[in-house]
């Protein structure tokens, strides 16, 4: 596929080009009620009012301050709303229609994205979980008996998902040093951060209406960055026996733009091998996996402390979305997933503190001066990711930031 | 207290009488859209319609599909609606007014009563966890040793909790006997059931707004009954390291009708003693805990099967709800959480087959004939609940019922 041109003149390597195109929610610079847009170069056209101008079927999916009512209509709608953009972006004859209705990026403020149902959080980098077993289990197997059959996963807290730029308190709670006798209750002396891939569901599915992993572009919309705070002393001494729970749920943070799952024909590849071969309902469909060469890339205050390659995951997101409803669960638009972790298999790789500093014991050298364990108050991380898009353009997915802010006592 | 009288001609032991007054929704014989309503003996009162007629302030907020609204409202609402609906129902002036406006409850259709936010399971009855300690992982302590230190919890699936009535179908699913050694794909052949209360979060808290102990009343809206259906085979394959995950996430069920806080004021009972003393961020508030004297009854294909009493539970609902909200996560209008399944130290008062079977090991013997290790597909599950009330007064929770359908191939 040729990269569509636009009267708009953004560059042909600008990650948000018009290969890329995605769907967030802003509000203008003037304090208007938040609405949806697509991003396009340093500009974000106001979806609804555009439609509007333009008479474009859409426009009432698309006149609402969250992506689910346009996520809900289903994938024709998703390929008619974005082959529309693209011949309105490439066709002069429109550019009188639609520049009313375009902003400059820089000066909008951006929202949560989506209303969101259910959040899934899954463990599906080979490489991050036996780098967690190594460390939480010492002479032990690093992954536990059924992490090859199935994607592992668990639930998430849903109304603490937040935008990108929001501030992150350091949580207090409950954590147990092992030279202490009894826990004691206090800030998280262990915040760590996990660079992870999200997806959103935008079809819904029923109870019973099991998805298989053919369907998976039937059913998600698109695909966004995720930053899941883990408070690490929190939850080492909850997790046994029910897994997560405050040690994650104070805040997980998704960036704002949600790229079209259309934008990524060009960076699907083959996912790593399978050994053993996965039961049926996990199997790849043929020709069509869904690996991804999405190449991550985490800042700890400006400097870049790794690059996490999502092309090493072992488990895809059309296997973990498979695997949620294998039981009969339904979809609801908006539920979210994400990956889990990215952490490849190199040195500089892996998507967590906990790795890049062996749980600390290890600090990572910072280029401007000090080390870090894990992240002391007023350290903003920032994720971002590409991918590589149609004719050599590049897919841009932005990025995912927040500042750590002192535990309120 | 003493028990207000009603010109409806309820019968004082009635658990749906006037010291009651659980609010639910409804939809009309004839049809109609669901709206809020309050049951009282036989009857059910379309809340909206009432206070539209009597030009109540709180009108509005009950003119909705679920209770939502009127729970966003907080604690002073709440009480005002309950005492305007107990003037209502005891003063015979009121009689013409309402008459109109109420149904009789068994002609009736009852929805899920809220939009559920998040859900969040707890774990808090010592007897239950330590049966499962012992059947789990025997030779090992029964609890683990966070276990009398915080109130073990995990986020569960929202978007399958359902209300009472709604069939469940069996869950297909991995899951790996000991004997086989790869795991295997199917119906799952443990399937069981948890009896549980729930808890509804009316007043919201922001994120960082810790809740104390003493503040539960400020944000519990109501009390209602839970089966958290659960396939033992499922979640003993895929538990570790996580948690339950597809084990739970088939279906939730939940009984139609919330019973106000305030309405269990004479239920509330001290709490056993806790040994060691809580952290202080869940110590009772003092003179004031907040145990409850539920009196649960599971029923299998009309035959009870136990009768679990909430009175023995180790931690209590205002100390789930501190510890949920301590790391800084935000509640939300709708958010629910439930106990964790109860069991007392008796025989015939385990709320799970796991327990009442020693997982399957010693079956059940039905009044009927038959023997259950766990549920076959037909099967009917009911779980009602009363509790003391003012002046002799029975205060009445309905119940939880889902019958069991075979797994779709």
């Known amino acids: 596929m040729r990269v569509p041109q636009t009267w708009l003149g953004v560059a042909p390597d600008d990650p948000f080009g018009p290969a890329t195109l995605p769907y967030g929610v802003f509000s203008p610079a003037d304090g208007g009620r938040p ?80 209303e969101v149902g259910d959040y899934v959080d899954f463990y599906s ?28 996963g668990y639930h998430g807290r849903s109304g603490t998902v937040v935008v990108s730029g929001t501030e992150i308190v350091r949580p207090m709670g409950q954590r147990k040093p092992p030279s202490a006798e009894r826990p004691e209750v206090g800030p998280s002396a262990r915040l760590d951060v996990e660079a992870e891939v999200g997806f959103v569901v935008g079809a819904p599915a029923p109870r019973g209406g099991r998805v298989p992993v053919s369907a998976f572009a039937e059913h998600v919309f698109g695909v966004f960055l995720v930053n899941d705070w883990s408070a690490r002393d929190l939850q080492a001494w909850e997790n046994v026996p029910l897994g997560p729970f405050l040690g994650k749920s104070f805040a997980t943070s998704v960036s704002p733009w949600v790229v079209p799952l259309e934008a990524l024909e060009d960076a699907r590849v083959a996912p790593p091998e399978r050994d053993p071969e996965p039961q049926e309902y996990l199997r790849d469909a043929a020709g069509e996996p869904w690996g991804l060469d999405l190449r991550l890339e985490v800042r700890l205050n400006g400097h870049t402390v790794s690059r996490p390659p999502f092309s090493a995951m072992y488990w895809t997101p059309a296997q973990q979305l498979a695997h949620l409803t294998v039981n009969g669960a339904s979809l609801r638009t908006g539920d979210i997933y994400a990956s889990g972790t990215v952490s490849g298999p190199g040195p500089g790789e892996q998507g967590s503190l906990i790795e890049l500093s062996f ?51």
């Open 35 to 114: 609405r949806v847009g697509v991003a396009v170069g340093e500009w974000v056209l106001d979806l609804a009012a555009a439609a509007h101008a333009l008479d474009a079927p859409f426009a009432e999916a698309a006149d609402a301050p969250v992506l689910n009512p346009l996520m809900a209509r289903g994938p024709q709608t998703w390929r008619a709303v974005r082959s529309t953009l693209t011949a309105w972006l490439s066709d002069p004859a429109y550019e009188e229609a639609l520049r009313p209705h375009l902003a400059q990026r820089s000066g909008v403020r951006l929202h949560l994205p989506f």
């Open 359 to 409: 749980n600390g014991a290890e600090p990572l050298e910072l280029p401007g001066g000090g080390t870090r364990g894990f992240l002391e108050d007023g350290d903003t991380v920032s994720i971002s990711a590409s991918a590589p898009g149609p004719g050599g353009a590049v897919i841009g997915f932005g990025e995912v930031v927040g500042r750590v802010l002192p535990a309120q006592g």
């Open 125 to 152: 980098s080979e490489h991050h979980a036996a780098n967690l077993g190594r460390i939480l289990r010492p002479g032990q197997p690093p992954l536990t008996p059924n992490w090859k059959h199935l994607p592992i």
